[in-house]
């Protein structure tokens, strides 16, 4: 029994020995077991005097279950050699085994974290694809989350695999990591990756351990019969919608009838010619549904349900996973796709329409807006006989853009500093953040906020959040609403969401009439 474990070890030193004097490469399985080894390798060499069996108690207390299989090795060796060398062999081997025979638990607290958890993946050309998904900022430091797709055509009679790199885009964060960031995976193959109309799949190899090796391969895209191809017509053709729009994730106590204005407000300034994608992560309760549901039956919109990102958690219930999904999901979609909350509400000067807007900027990967806060407390008051929704009694504004940097122009103050949000050209842009875009960084145009902006209500849209706290008679002259209320001096009257809201109303009537 002694002599038979002893040789196993004996052989297996002999031949990482062999192999590094050599220097052949150690085949996987070894290097494995000798790195596990490493650990509890004093312990197997000096136990068989009882003092260090009595030192070993100690390493037993805090070795954790990973190491039962040497722990097991231990035990099945001291046991033997104590029999021969000692009166007392029966006794301490009892005594030990008892010892070495505890069960041990890890317990983990938090959350754990894995190298890659992928959540979508897309085809961008014959030889492009994207993988979607969300890293462990401790792997992502220490460590390659992914090694190489391959592809695997569907085809009779069979052909080979094609195989490259898989690149990871280290996606720029603007907002502090919490345990996980966003991962999107560059699949670029050398050849087209596609043959005929069978289809076929997208394996890639992810690592799932702290060694090197520790990798599986893992299926993350399937394309059937004719999919590859009609993916593929879709990037030759003029997008079939003008606009698509990503919200952030929804979660908490939502007010339903904010989400609905915001969407009626929304819908008349893109009409029909957008599609809004809403990330439910808890937030949209059948309330929320309810005013919704027109506008899913209208085919104006798509939520998506995901339950199990708390397990994973990233800045603002994953963000920027949803943002980055939803850029790659609209890539042939949407001419141009908006990325801002639903306490936002888009407006811009009147000298100019949207569309003219968009027209003049098509070559350009993304445009930043700045944001205005309005006032949530002081507001309008409410006329007799007025129906008019809380939003549209919201009527004075900041001076000035957001902008928390010191001594910058606030109208022109970028990326977080200016709270901006942006649209992007879809086909223009890789990655992105919160506050701006991520891949390409530059190469878009940061507008004036006086040209267009985002009219911010701050928190609107949880129902903690209360508003009109102060009642202000509209006509009343300026001169004497400051001096009735001289905190209101910081602001100014800015009627213009009011006033397209009044239109938005009129516009969805019928949406309205069926929520
Ligand atoms: C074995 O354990 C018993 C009870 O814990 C103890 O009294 C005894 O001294 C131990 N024997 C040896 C040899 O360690
Ligand atoms: C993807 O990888 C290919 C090959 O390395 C590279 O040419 C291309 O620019 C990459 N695209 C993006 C968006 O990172
Ligand atoms: C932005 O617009 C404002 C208001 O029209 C103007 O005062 C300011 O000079 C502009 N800033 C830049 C950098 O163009
Ligand atoms: C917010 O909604 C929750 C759940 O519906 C409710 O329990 C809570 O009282 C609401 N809070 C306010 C301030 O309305
Ligand atoms: C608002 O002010 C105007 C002018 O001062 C006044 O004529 C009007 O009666 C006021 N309205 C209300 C509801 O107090």
Redesign the pocket.
């Known amino acids: 029994m002694k002599k038979d474990v002893r040789n196993v070890w004996h052989d297996i030193v002999t031949v990482i020995l062999l192999a590094l004097f050599l220097q052949v490469p150690i085949f996987y399985g070894l290097v494995k077991l000798s790195i596990v080894s490493c650990n509890v390798m004093p312990g197997f060499i000096y136990k068989f005097s009882?003092g260090s069996?009595r030192n070993s108690d100690s390493v037993d207390d805090a070795t954790p279950d990973a190491h039962s299989e040497s722990f097991q090795i231990k035990r099945d060796t001291a046991g033997s050699q104590l029999n021969e060398d000692s009166a007392?062999a029966a006794?301490?081997t009892?005594?030990?085994t008892?010892k070495l025979q505890k069960q041990y638990s890890l317990r983990p607290h938090g959350h754990a974290h894995y190298p890659f958890v992928q959540f979508s993946a897309y085809r961008d050309s014959p030889r492009v694809f994207f993988i979607v998904g969300v890293t462990s900022v401790v792997a992502r430091e220490f460590d390659l989350p992914v090694y190489k797709c391959e592809w695997y055509p569907k085809s009779e009679p069979p052909q080979p695999s094609k195989v490259t790199d898989a690149k990871m885009i280290y996606v720029y964060f603007d907002q502090m990591p919490r345990i996980y960031v966003v991962a999107t995976v560059n699949c670029t193959f050398e050849e087209d990756a596609v043959l005929g109309e069978e289809g076929g799949s997208l394996f890639m190899t992810v690592s799932v351990g702290p060694h090197p090796g520790d990798t599986k391969r893992v299926l993350v895209l399937q394309e059937h019969n004719g999919e590859s191809k009609k993916a593929m017509r879709n990037q030759d053709q003029q997008p079939p919608l003008k606009y698509a729009f990503c919200g952030p994730p929804m979660y908490g106590n939502i007010k339903a009838e904010w989400v609905l204005h915001w969407l009626v407000y929304h819908h008349y300034l893109w009409r029909d010619s957008v599609h809004f994608f809403l990330y439910n992560v808890g937030g949209i309760t059948d309330s929320v549904r309810k005013v919704i549901s027109p506008f899913i039956n209208k085919g104006l919109l798509t939520i998506y349900d995901v339950e199990d990102q708390k397990e994973y958690p990233s800045w603002y219930y994953n963000q920027l996973l949803f943002s980055n999904d939803c850029l790659h999901r609209t890539r042939y979609l949407s001419s141009w796709t908006f990325f801002h909350d639903f306490d936002e509400f888009f407006t811009m000067s009147s000298s100019i329409t949207l569309d003219k807007l968009l027209d003049q900027y098509k070559d350009v990967p993304y445009l930043s807006f700045g944001s205005v806060r309005a006032s949530l407390w002081m507001c309008a008051d409410v006329h007799a006989g007025s129906s008019e929704w809380p939003l549209q009694r919201m009527r004075w504004a900041e001076k000035q853009p957001y902008c928390c940097v010191p001594n910058q122009d606030p109208w022109v103050c970028i990326y977080g500093g200016g709270a901006r949000k942006y649209v992007v050209n879809p086909r223009k842009v890789f990655a992105v953040g919160v506050h701006s875009t991520a891949l390409p960084e530059d190469g878009g145009v940061n507008l004036n906020a006086s040209i267009v902006r985002l009219n911010h209500y701050p928190g609107m849209l949880s129902n903690k959040t209360s508003s009109c706290s102060f009642t202000v008679n509209v006509s009343m002259p300026t001169e004497l609403l400051h001096q009735y209320a001289p905190s209101s001096q910081s602001y100014v009257r800015d009627d213009s969401i009011s006033i397209q809201m009044g239109k938005a109303r009129e516009f969805d009537a019928e949406l309205l009439a069926a929520s």
């Open positions: 009882p069996v007392d006794t301490v009892s005594n030990l008892r």
